[in-house]
């Protein structure tokens, strides 16, 4: 089966730019995750989608970051405007229910650097 | 609150030997699971292996077994006869089950994780 992908593969922009990311998960998997890892560190959920609708957002700094999920299917995450300490690998993750259980796939990552 | 703790920041192992990765979880729930993963250079989360708390018997995937001490709350990689390839960050993480409005959801939770170096 077809992994989760992502894009761009990397981007580099200057600060107060705004960006956008693509991912699309494993045909059939209900729940999308968004994570921030920033270099040295594990990931942090950002932002979980069951289906169309969010079921955490808690550490999402909503107001430059914005993420939707219309159809269900794949999902865009912004930034808008970014800063510097926005510079982090985002990673797409998606499982096939809630619980997780069936394991977790990521996508390969969007690289941001904000200069 | 859960958390992950690796305490190894980076491990050197000989090409052919054996590794542990440590992992201690803080969790007071009873149903929970562990994962590791593997993140090369080339930035993608490989999963290797996954124990329920439930499990009786350590999982075990080829070369990779998780040594569950549930008393002990240590959740440590076993990777035996290490290759060059292994050389990678190595995450554990912890999925739990929070209530929230919309019903039950499970987070993952990731430790800081432990670059593994494997030379020839």
Known sequence: EAGVAQSPRYKIIEKRQSV?????????????YWYQQILGQGPKLLIQ?????????????????????????????????????????????????????????FGSGTRLTVV | AQKITQTQPGMFVQEKE??????????????????????????????????????????????????????????NLVISASQLGDSAMYFCAMSYSRLNSGGSN???????GTLLTVNP
């Open chain 2, 18 to 75: 054996a590794v542990t990765l440590d992992c201690t979880y803080d969790t007071s729930d009873q149903s929970y699971g562990l994962f590791w993963y593997k993140q090369p250079s080339s930035g993608e989360m490989i999963f290797l292996i996954y124990q329920g708390s439930y499990d009786e018997q350590n999982a075990t995937e080829g070369r990779y077994s998780l040594n569950f001490q549930k008393a002990r709350k240590s959740a």
């Open chain 1, 49 to 105: 989608f069951q289906n169309n609708g969010v079921v955490d957002d808690s550490q999402l700094p909503k107001d430059r970051f914005s993420a939707e999920r219309l159809k269900g299917v794949d999902s865009t995450l912004k930034i808008q405007p970014a800063k510097l300490e926005d510079s982090a690998v985002y990673l797409c993750a998606s499982s096939l229910d809630l619980r997780g259980n069936y394991g977790y796939t």
């Open chain 2, 106 to 112: 499970y987070k993952l939770t990731f430790g800081k």
């Open chain 1, 20 to 32: 956008a990311f693509w991912c699309n998960p494993i045909s059939g998997h209900a729940t999308l």
